[in-house]
């Protein structure tokens, strides 16, 4: 059905009304769209972290072994003349032989001490096979495991051969002598590293690697073979550890330039900067640089450690560069184990960058094992280029006239290089190459705070920026730097640690170690921080006590318990939450804290945080209350008062209107339940005992006979409910075919029948309710037949003890907070939110199955006690009934399970032998236990074979039970903060599709604006039909799309009226004995939610419905708690009509402000209860003043009135602004019977309204005392709608009739016949709704038909 088709076309028509509506659209808050509804409340999946040095290593001895043999070249290299001669910057024929190997050897050694300045050096110079293996063998010997470092030059003995030997000299150097690379391998071990600066180097690594292979082998057959000469040796290290590097390939010859050192490659591993500087000067390019010479070079000032100066500044910056080169170059583990797990392989690798730049431009390519990817073109490498040349081109006037030395903008420009990556990069972007720049930055003063902000600024990005972070080695110079007192880097260093521990919480004990929890305990605890960093430092504390002895102990003592106490009532609600978190951490299982909160009264001030504005605070304040009273150390008196009274005080937040706050409530009780176990026991045995004796006035009314209605769709057609909360879980016994399969049960006997038109008004009755067996059958996990307590029998027990009605709880003589709180967790396991409710269920059944087994060995001995339960919970002993058996006479007064699968009888009948355990293991005695046993011990010596008893459920609480609320939060820290959220965003999908929305409204507000204008004289076009699943009892129209909800008892279906198609149809998952009485979508102009609302005052709410993803429910709370008891089953306003005296009830009405974000809720109740759904908590309740139902609400927003119908035909106003006692500003009585519909028009000069069962419609104003109009309409009325935009209203009665009206009386339409459907008669009408915009009237009647009517086509 198109509405006007060239008007949806036009781009013109009407901006400029549309852009206004757009606007109203863009100003309402949305409600139930915060992360807590979107998200699944549990801790990011944590990521492997292996930043970590599992092995940290240190290179402690090194052995310089020098060939050089003065003087006399080896026969296989024909030398250049002039040829290379220096060996470390040392020229051997400038003096004696002797002398000059001795001075190199030196040299050597000072040359490695500038990088590793703690091992011990030993030289060998010229040396024999036996002094080699005489050295190698010792220095293994003390290095134990740490790594050995072997410097081979062989400058004065032939190249290696291909057989792997290098040549060292005889005794009296006549002769030179193989050594196998094979021993070498042998007396060094592993881990070793192995340096060779000789020609042909490259055959050395191949040889190594063979030989090593080989080794292996051997192994693996020795392993086989026990006779194998290996066998007995001690297993030989393995080589994989070692590190090798050659000056050259297998088939290169050293570069022969004089210009170049002989030993080019040891200088460049050893004296890179010199190297490197020398290197510059004889490029080409270096004559742009004038006046710098070699001989200027040497004279460079200052020292390599030194970074003030420009030799030390030149050393930090190549440092900086090719660690980063290194680090974007190579996979990330290498990286890791070369160049952050030894410092001396790290400064050699770093060296060995260089040496492959240099060497590869004299055709000498430098050869690695691990070998490395080739890093001689990288582009850092010209930024490198770029600081020497400006460190050069200083160097005449800072020698010659002494003038200051300029630094060098390298690290500045690096920092701007990384801002510009963070700041214009896209989303999936490769890591920012001056990552390891940005560490080395942290190492001076100038820019540290700008790197440390631009640090924080990365990572924020999320968890892989903070891997990547920790990655290159940021950790100890975060760590270091909490030492520093400069107030100015207090924020960065907070945010930038709060990352950290949000992705790697290991990191509590480097923190605690290096007492830098007093860093955060001192930005805590300094009021001129901004609350945020004031969050954050309280974050990063509650990581290091989570769970963890010591960092409690050393916050302890650092006072922590008095600065959060001190700041709970921050008005910043993030840090309120998480200074109660960390409360909750530090005294979990941890007495001594629990004490000091205790001297605090730290309890009594967490109290306010109960009734906090922001559900994620209260939650918090539950858990550190709940974690205060599950402390397991001794008890004493007072300690037990302190348990009673925060038990008391958490009893009341039993209807909080937040599920994840009802979920840490029932883990805070269960905390106080492992507690007292005894005493719970005790309570739960009474309430076991007083269920069996006591029959519940069931609320569902016994059906009578002729009352069967049709069988519902089959179970294949209904839609799965996946749901975070997953609606008690579609694949468990309480399915969403609950009241499909097995329909003959306990209902309503064969169901397949027909109705008969003889039956006539009764055949409608929607509530053919089972008498006992209940939708909610059972819950939560798979071996459900194993739960003691069912879903009925704690639904039961709830009712039998709802009777002292909950609102006594506050204020009860101690001696029965057990029996109060065990009615609070027998409420939360009636819970409209299932994963409350499952906890809940657990909770109970733990205690439950610890009564039965402790109270049964009397009943094995035969002592006729009478605490003892008379049921028996051995799975082996029910008896399941067969599919069709009639049920047990006493099943309405009490059964202790009634699934719906597969219902085992409880209540056996008496010809039942008497009971006797069953000798499987099964029931284990219980005079086996010792009286006061742990709560999880299997007991004295059952085997694992028995792990199939109920035993198996005895660890439905466990001590540690929680529910991910910690690390849901924590999550925040760990997820952008900067970032502008998407909905923000201009740009984002998330904007442009809310964009749309509002566009469609403003088109719809419009389009059917100018249709009321036109005027509707007829309204029985029937545009939709379709039998609906089940009766329809409650209708509503979607606002905006051509979508309608049709609720039964106790499922929503979906249809699209335009395509006349099903969209959806799913279990609200409310208990068989209520039914839907109300629904409302809220958001309905953006992203709609459905909310349904059932008699006994639970309300639910959906999204994902009428689309291709499943339904979920975003949340559920008890609106009303203290819905009276009626008789819920009948129809409502028929059963009055049929016969006043029953006074039926109305169920549960709402009324929704999308304005304001309230919802306004009342029924079979004697207030109005309004609810804030920003905070999910109750504002207030006025009493109705009256001593009846409330049947209608109405309420306007800028008027700040509500309007209520009442059951007894008054109609009442409320001003909400005034006071519970002078609330009620006016009350109409002049309609004699049960007022169907009140409505307040939303017009500032709007009237109320009102219409009763009689069919009397009365129209008021406000100031006015009396009705200023009365029309009278049909008898009997059903239903009513009054349309907001047009003035038009709709009755439908039980004559099966509608008729439309407009304001002044006029009839406009009536319908008696569905068009096209053989002309069949309308049932009697169930409900009626108005579009709120279109002229459409849906109609819902007892046939199950569902039919929509609408103006003539023409006005459409």
């Not at 400038?94 to 590793?116: D, F």
């Not at 967790?825 to 199955?849: C, G, Q, R, T, W």
């Amino acid at each position: 059905m198109k509405m006007d088709a060239e008007l949806l076309h036009s781009p013109v028509v009407g901006l400029a009304e549309e852009e206004e509506a757009d606007i109203s659209d863009w100003n309402l808050p949305l409600a139930f769209m915060k992360k807590r509804h979107s998200e699944k409340i549990e801790g990011s999946k944590a990521l492997a972290q292996s930043w970590r040095m599992k092995d940290r290593m240190k290179t402690v001895s090194v052995a310089l072994v020098l060939c050089l043999n003065v003087g006399v070249d080896p026969p296989d290299v024909v030398k250049t003349s002039p040829c290379a001669r220096l060996e470390c910057w040392i020229d051997p024929l400038s003096m004696s032989p002797q002398k000059a190997l001795e001075t190199i050897g030196a040299n050597l050694q000072k040359q490695y001490e500038n990088w590793q300045p703690r091992a011990r050096y030993k030289q060998s110079l010229d040396p024999t096979v036996d002094e080699v293996k005489k050295l190698c063998t010792s220095l293994r010997r003390n290095a134990k495991e740490e790594r050995v470092l072997f410097h081979y030059n062989g400058h004065g003995v032939p190249r290696p051969t291909v057989n792997g030997e290098i040549w060292v000299f005889n005794k009296n150097y006549t002769q030179y002598i193989p050594l196998s690379i094979y021993d070498l391998q042998t007396w060094m071990g592993s881990p070793s590293i192995f340096v060779y600066d000789c020609s042909n180097a490259g055959i050395i690594v191949k040889s190594f690697k063979q030989f090593a292979l080989q080794r292996e082998q051997e192994l693996e057959v020795a392993a086989i073979n026990p006779n194998h000469p290996l066998a007995q040796m001690p297993l030989p290290p393995s080589m994989k550890n070692c590190i090798q590097l050659a000056a050259c390939e297998a088939s290169e010859l050293l570069p022969m330039n004089p210009d170049l050192p002989a030993d080019l490659f040891t200088s460049c591993l050893t004296t890179p900067i010199k190297v490197a500087l020398r290197w510059f000067c004889m490029q080409k390019s270096a004559k742009l640089v004038p006046g710098v010479t070699l001989d200027l070079i040497e004279k460079i000032p200052g020292r390599l450690n030194d970074r003030r100066t420009p030799l030390g500044e030149l050393n930090w910056i190549f440092t900086a560069i090719t660690d980063t080169i290194a680090w974007n170059v190579l996979p990330r583990d290498l990286f890791q184990k070369l160049f952050r797990q030894d410092l001396l392989v790290a400064s050699l690798f770093r060296n060995f960058l260089l040496a492959e730049r240099i060497m590869r431009s004299y055709n000498c390519t430098p050869v690695s094992s691990p070998r490395l990817p080739p890093t001689y073109m990288h582009a850092m490498w010209q930024a490198w280029d770029l600081a020497v040349d400006i460190c050069l081109s200083q160097l005449p006037t800072i020698i010659e006239e002494g003038t200051a030395f300029r630094h060098s903008p390298f690290f500045a420009e690096q920092l701007t290089a990384f801002q510009v990556w963070l700041t214009m990069g896209v989303e999936n972007r490769n890591p920012p190459e001056q990552l390891p720049i940005v560490l080395q930055v942290l190492l001076s003063q100038v820019h540290r705070l700008r790197a440390l902000d631009l640090l924080g600024r990365f990572l924020d990005l999320g968890p892989w920026a903070v891997s990547l972070a920790l990655s290159v080695g940021i950790f100890p110079y975060v760590l270091k730097l909490l030492q520093s007192s400069a107030r100015e880097l207090r924020p960065l260093l907070v945010f930038i640690w709060a990352k950290i521990l949000a992705v790697d919480s290991s990191c509590q004990a480097d923190l605690v170690k290096d007492n830098g929890h007093k860093y955060f305990l001192s930005v805590l605890a300094d009021p001129y921080m901004p609350a945020e960093h004031r969050t954050m430092a309280v974050f990063i504390l509650a990581v290091i006590v989570n769970s963890y002895n010591i960092g409690q102990e050393a916050c302890l003592q650092g006072n922590l318990i008095a600065i959060c106490l001190e700041q709970l009532n921050d008005p910043h609600p993030l840090l309120r939450q998480w200074v109660a978190i960390c409360l909750g951490r530090i005294w979990q299982n941890f007495d001594s804290a629990r004490w000091c909160g205790v001297r605090d009264s730290a309890h009594e001030k967490l109290y306010s945080l109960l009734s906090d504005p922001i559900p994620e605070v209260r939650c918090a304040a539950v858990f550190a209350l709940g974690t205060f009273v599950g402390n397991s150390a001794e008890r004493t008196d007072h300690s037990t008062t302190i348990d009673h009274n925060v038990a008391m005080m958490l009893a009341q937040l039993i209807n909080d209107g937040s599920p994840i706050v009802r979920k840490e409530l029932v883990v805070a009780l269960s905390h106080l339940v492992v507690q007292y176990e005894s005493n719970f026991c005790t309570v739960a045995l009474q309430f076991m005992e007083e269920e069996k004796n006591y029959a519940v006035p069931s609320p569902a009314i016994p059906t009578e006979p002729g009352n069967q209605s049709q069988v519902r769709e089959s179970p294949a057609r209904m839609r799965s409910v996946s749901s975070y909360t997953n609606i008690r879980a579609a694949t468990t016994t309480r399915n969403l075919n609950k009241s499909l399969q097995n329909l003959n049960l306990s209902e309503e006997g064969d169901r397949c029948t027909p109705p008969s038109p003889a039956v006539g008004s009764v055949a409608f009755s929607p509530g053919n309710l089972s008498t006992s067996s209940s939708a909610s059958s059972t819950l939560g996990s798979p071996d459900n037949d194993e739960y003691i307590l069912s879903f009925e029998t704690i639904d039961k027990m709830r009712r039998v003890s709802s009777y002292s009605s909950l609102n006594s709880l506050i204020g009860v003589s101690f001696n029965s907070v057990y029996t109060q709180i065990w009615r609070v967790l027998l409420h939360l396991a009636a819970d409209p939110f299932p994963e409350v409710s499952d906890l809940a269920m657990k909770v109970l059944n733990s205690i439950a199955y610890k009564a039965t087994m402790n109270a049964r060995p009397q009943k094995i001995s035969g002592s006729l006690t009478q605490s003892a339960p008379a049921s028996p919970t051995s799975k082996g002993t029910h008896i399941h009934q067969a599919g069709g058996s009639p049920p047990m006479p006493s099943a309405s007064s009490s059964s202790l399970t009634n699934e719906v699968p597969k219902p085992p009888a409880r209540e056996l009948p008496p010809s039942r032998p008497p009971y006797t355990p069953p000798f499987s293991g099964q029931a284990p005695h219980s005079h086996q236990f010792q009286r006061h046993r742990k709560m999880f011990d299997k007991g004295p010596d059952q085997t694992a074979d028995d792990s199939d008893e109920p035993g198996g459920h005895r660890n439905f609480i466990s001590t540690t039970m929680q529910t991910g609320l910690c690390d849901w939060s924590a999550k925040y820290f760990a997820q952008p903060v900067m970032k502008m959220p998407e909905e923000h965003d201009v740009e984002s999908q998330v904007r442009k599709e809310r964009e749309w929305r509002f566009l469609r409204n403003a088109r719809v507000r419009r389009q059917s604006q100018r249709i009321m204008q036109r005027g509707i004289t007829r309204l029985d076009d029937q545009i939709f039909i379709n039998r609906n699943p089940g009766v329809p009892s409650v209708v509503k129209f979607h606002p905006f799309n051509p979508c309608i909800a049709v609720a039964d008892k106790d499922s929503i279906c979906f249809w699209d009226w335009e395509k006349g198609e099903r969209l959806d149809y799913f279990y609200n998952g409310n208990p068989r004995y209520t039914r839907i009485t109300a629904m409302e979508y809220l958001n309905g102009h953006d992203c709609s939610l459905l909310l349904t609302a059932t008699d006994d005052g639970a309300l639910r709410i959906w999204k994902n419905f009428a689309d291709q993803k499943n339904p979920e429910m975003v949340t559920a709370w008890q609106g009303l708690s203290d819905m009276l008891p009626t008789t819920r089953g009948l129809a409502r306003r028929v059963s009055i009509y049929l016969d006043r005296s029953k006074q039926g009830g109305a169920g549960m009405v709402v009324d929704w402000e999308q304005e304001t974000g309230l919802l306004m809720t009342s029924g079979d109740v004697r207030v109005i209860r309004i609810w804030d759904t920003e905070r999910e908590m109750k504002v207030q309740d006025f009493p109705t003043g009256a001593d009846s139902c409330v049947t209608s609400l109405s309420c306007d927003p800028h008027r700040s009135l509500i309007v209520a119908g009442l059951g007894d035909g008054s109609v009442r106003v409320y001003d909400r602004r005034m006071g519970p006692n002078e609330c009620r500003i006016m009350t109409y009585r002049e309609h004699g019977a049960w007022v169907v519909k009140a409505h307040l028009q939303k017009e500032t000069e709007g009237r109320i309204i009102s219409v009763s069962v009689n069919g009397d419609v009365r129209f008021f104003e406000p100031r006015m005392l009396d009705s200023v109009n009365v029309l009278q309409t049909v008898k009997g009325l059903t239903a009513l709608d009054i349309h907001p935009q047009a003035n038009l209203f709709a009755c439908g009665s039980m004559n099966q009739f509608i008729a439309v009206y407009s304001s002044n009386g006029d009839v406009i339409s009536n319908i008696k016949y569905y068009d096209g459907f053989m002309g069949q008669r309308i049932g009697a009408i169930s409900c009626l709704a108005f579009h709120p915009y279109w002229p459409h009237l849906a109609v819902g009647s007892n046939d199950y038909y569902m039919s929509i009517y609408s103006a003539e086509k023409r006005l459409r």
